[in-house]
Each structure stands twice: as C-alpha cells, then as structure tokens.
C-alpha cells in the first residue's frame, strides 16, 4: 500500500513541476541545449526546422501543425531519442528477443 501512495505522490509532483522543453532559434543543432518550464497552457514541446532554422519550445496542442514535430514529455523535442523512450525500445526489443 505504501508503494501505492508514494506512486501517487511522485506521479502529482511530477504534473504540478509542468513540462520542461528545449528551446532555441538557430541554424546548428548543437546549440540547442537550454531548458526551459513551459508555463500553463503550453502543454507541448514541439520542434520545426523550416529552411535550416531550427526552433524549439513550448506550445499548445491545439498549435501543432503539420510541419512540426509535438510531443508531451519532458525534453522529448531534442535531437535524439533520450530518457524513458530510448530506455523502453531497449527494454522492449531484449524482451521480444528473449521470448522469441
């Protein structure tokens, strides 16, 4: 019951700490490591690169379009696949390894 309740905690901390993304404006990917806490209601960090300019941060959902890439976890919008995503398509292809 205990791991219930500090689940719960931890799940409410995580959601009042807000999203955090990358942001930036600029022509070299590299350069693109500052963070920031998107504020209510930006609820997406999204990623766009028109003509070599890339531009990251927070948006709306209602706001993503086609030409961009939105997603809704914390940093999901850099360069590479990192934290929990790289993690569980790892986890997953060893378990479809192992059981087939």
Not at 21 to 36: D, G, K, L, Q
Not at 56 to 85: F, H, V, W, Y
């Amino acid at each position: 019951m205990r791991l219930y309740g500090a689940l719960i905690l931890f799940m409410l901390l995580s959601t009042a700490c807000g999203l955090k993304c990358y942001t930036c404006v600029s022509t070299h990917i590299e350069s693109c490591t500052r963070a920031i806490n998107c504020v209510e209601p930006l609820n997406r960090c999204f990623s766009m690169n028109v003509t070599g300019v890339i531009t990251k941060g927070c948006r709306k959902a209602i706001n993503c379009l086609s030409n961009m890439r939105c997603c809704e976890e914390d940093m999901c919008n850099s360069a590479t696949a990192s934290g929990p995503t790289a993690v569980l398509l790892l986890a997953a292809s060893a378990i479809s390894t192992i059981f087939l």
